[in-house]
């Protein structure tokens, strides 16, 4: 019988960072078991080597791989699916290694084959090292990017949600100088539309968004940039309202997220990296999760990296992957309200 409850492929991370412990830590988390079903992709050794080192239980079950396909839709417990991709006698802690990143690029696309094939209804990550990542020969800016291909995704975008404040953005890791060439109103149309869906899941009810300008002052009316606003932003944001979206902008960046607005907002759709995270990381650093949208299989993510400086000492709190975690089990039930009608520009 399959069991009722979400499932979440949870990769381990990179091996040498903190990942192991913080995945450890979800494995004896009671609470979380009753709200989901959560299976580590990564190595049985590596965790128990952690787990010895620092004080830590480990006495979830282990999966081998060739029975994971028969055991996938009746797991009910947490689990290890160990795919024995370093050998855990190698693992320096805390030290970027090629062997490490090739084994964190592989749970990845493990967890991946997994969800597409139905075998699990979510992912959420645990931290990879993009210089390991990079020397293993994965020549990837991070997780967002090997979803987006490997899932062969027509439209994706990164959202951070938290408590405090929810933003998705237009364009992610470029230079500022590509930013305004990049933009288009179809892109931030695709956003502002995936971002309403996955709000609506969340919380279960319409959203109310707000799209951000690109230029001070978004632009004072053509006086400053190349009237971005005027020619790609607005027009999204209208053909969004004409759909039935409860949406407003484009807003002066530098006003956007004073508490009024907050309070009065669900979620922000920013023009480009640090316009969203700025304000994200002084408002929830320890809280905000990263998901990737428009994917076929719902993903999280940690909103934090390896920690390599204080990997394996016991130290590392997983309060964020416990939020990413359960926020992939919501969000991979279907919205509780109906999609509004997709604009057309």
Not at 153 to 171: K, N
């Amino acid at each position: 019988m399959t069991n009722p409850l979400p499932r979440i492929a949870v990769t381990m991370g990179d091996p040498a960072g903190v990942g192991p412990e913080i995945c450890l830590r979800l494995l004896a988390n009671a609470d979380l078991a009753r709200e989901c079903v959560t299976v580590v992709f990564g190595d049985a050794a590596v965790l128990k080597r952690v787990a010895g080192k620092i004080g830590l239980r480990f006495d979830a079950l282990v999966l081998a791989k060739a029975d994971w396909p028969k055991v996938s839709q009746t797991a009910n417990t947490p689990a290890v699916l160990d795919l024995q991709c370093v050998d855990a006698a190698a693992v320096t802690p805390g030290k970027v290694d090629a062997r490490c990143g090739d084994a964190a690029f592989r749970y990845v696309i493990a967890a991946i084959e997994a969800g597409l094939k139905g075998e699990v209804d979510a992912i959420t990550t645990a931290p990879l090292n993009k210089e390991a990542l990079h020397a293993a020969g994965h020549k990837y800016p991070g997780h967002t990017e090997i979803f987006a291909e490997r899932m062969r995704a027509e439209r994706s975008c990164m959202t951070f949600f938290s408590d405090e404040l929810t933003c998705s953005l237009v364009t992610v890791h470029i230079g500022y100088h590509e930013v305004p060439a990049a933009l288009t109103t179809r892109r931030i149309l695709d956003v502002i539309e995936l971002t309403a869906d996955a709000v609506r899941r969340q919380r279960g009810r319409e959203p109310r968004l707000a799209v951000l300008g690109l230029n001070p002052h978004a632009g004072e009316h053509g006086l400053f940039g190349r009237g971005e606003e005027e020619r790609i932003i607005a027009p999204a944001v209208e053909a969004a309202r004409a759909a039935g979206l409860n949406i407003v902008g484009p807003l002066s960046p530098d006003t956007a997220f004073l508490p009024a607005r907050r309070r009065e907002t669900d979620a922000f759709i920013c023009m480009y990296h640090d316009q969203a995270l700025i304000p994200l990381k002084a408002l929830a650093f320890d809280t905000a999760v990263n998901t990737t949208l428009g994917l076929p299989v719902v993903r999280t993510s940690v909103d934090h990296g390896t920690a390599f400086d204080i990997a394996w000492q016991g130290k590392a709190s997983a309060e964020n992957l416990f939020a990413a975690v359960r926020l992939a089990a919501k969000l991979s039930r279907p919205a509780e309200s109906g999609k509004s009608p997709s604009p057309s520009v």
